[in-house]
C-alpha cells in the first residue's frame, strides 16, 4: 500500500442498508493491518435508543479487539467541548448547552450539528497530521446536508467565529488529498438509482473525489450451484452495474460468515484496498 495515496478524512455515506458500516469497518481494519495510525468515527444524538445503545456498544468491543480507537462524537459533549474551546471556559459552555433556547435552536437549524461534529473532527486532525480518520456517516440524504452545511453557515454568518471554522472546513475538505467520499451502494436497480442522483450532485455542487462502491457482489462468484436464487441475484447485478458502467465502481463481495464481524475481517482482506 502506498502511503501518499491515503487521504487524511473517508466519509463513508448511502442509502440506509446498503452496509456503510461494514464497508468503514473493513477499510478501517484493513489500514490498521497495514500499517497506518487510523480512528474510526461515528456521530451520535444525546440520546440513543437501547438498540443503537447495544450496537455502539458492540462496536467498542470489535474495535478494541483489533485496536482501532474509536472517535464517538456524542452531540451535547462535542458542543459543550467546542464552546469551551471558543469562550476558554468549561462553565460558560456547560451553562450554554443546558440553555432550552440553545437545545431548541440545535434541534431547528438542519445541519448544524454536522458543522459542530466536523470542527471537531478537524481539530483531532490537526493535531494528529499523520493519522487517517474513517467516518461511519449518516445516510446519504444526512450526508448531503452535512456537507451542504458547512458552506450554507459560511454564506449566512459572513464572518464570526462560526463562519472562521466553515471557511477552515472548506480549506480542509476541498484539497483533494485531505477527503474523498465513499459513496455505498448495492445491486439493485432502485438503490442504484439514488446512488446515481447523490453522486451527480456531489460532483457538481462540491467536485470532491468519489468512490462508488457496490457491496455484496457475486461477480466473484464462478459456480452459483443450479441456485434460482443465485442466477436471478446475478441477473439483477448485472443490469444494476449497468448503470454505473461510466464510474467503473469497485465491488466488495458478499462473503458468508458466522457474525457481522467475522464478515468485516473478511472483507478487509478481500479487494478494500480500492478504496483509497
Given at each position: 500500500m502506498s502511503e501518499t495515496t491515503l487521504r487524511k478524512?473517508?466519509?463513508f455515506t448511502g442509502k440506509g442498508g446498503v452496509g456503510k458500516t461494514s464497508l468503514s469497518l473493513s477499510f478501517a481494519e484493513y489500514l490498521k493491518r497495514n500499517g497506518s495510525k487510523v480512528h474510526y468515527v461515528t456521530f451520535?444524538?444525546?440520546s440513543l435508543s437501547q438498540k443503537k445503545k447495544q450496537q455502539l456498544t458492540e462496536l467498542k468491543t470489535y474495535l478494541n479487539q483489533v485496536s482501532i480507537p474509536l472517535i464517538d462524537l456524542e452531540l451535547e459533549e462535542t458542543l459543550q467541548n467546542y464552546i469551551s474551546q471558543k469562550f476558554n471556559s468549561t462553565t460558560i459552555a456547560q451553562f450554554i448547552v443546558k440553555a432550552p433556547f440553545f437545545r431548541s435552536l440545535i434541534n431547528v437549524i438542519p445541519g448544524f450539528n454536522y458543522v459542530i461534529f466536523m470542527g471537531q473532527l478537524v481539530k483531532f486532525m490537526e493535531d494528529n497530521p499523520d493519522h487517517i480518520y474513517i467516518i461511519d456517516g449518516p445516510a446519504s440524504g444526512h450526508g448531503l446536508t452535512l456537507l451542504n452545511a458547512i458552506?450554507?453557515?459560511r454564506d449566512i454568518f459572513g464572518s464570526g467565529l462560526l463562519f472562521q471554522d466553515c471557511v477552515r472546513l472548506i480549506s480542509f475538505l476541498e484539497k483533494p488529498e485531505n477527503f474523498k467520499v465513499i459513496l455505498a451502494t448495492l445491486p439493485q436497480g432502485l438503490v442504484?438509482?439514488?446512488t446515481l442522483e447523490t453522486y451527480k450532485e456531489v460532483k457538481d455542487i462540491y467536485n470532491f473525489p468519489i468512490e462508488v462502491?457496490?457491496?455484496q457482489s457475486i461477480d466473484h462468484l464462478k459456480d452459483l450451484h443450479n441456485s434460482e436464487f443465485l442466477k436471478k441475484y446475478r441477473e439483477r447485478e448485472t443490469n444494476s452495474l449497468e448503470l454505473l458502467q461510466d464510474f467503473s465502481?469497485?465491488?466488495t463481495p458478499l462473503l458468508p460468515?458466522?457474525?457481522?464481524?467475522?464478515i468485516i475481517h473478511k472483507i478487509s482482506e478481500s479487494n478494500i484496498e480500492g478504496v483509497i
Open positions: 478524512l473517508y466519509l451520535n444524538s444525546s458552506y450554507k453557515f442504484v438509482a439514488e462502491v457496490v457491496n465502481p469497485m465491488k460468515g458466522e457474525n457481522f464481524f467475522e
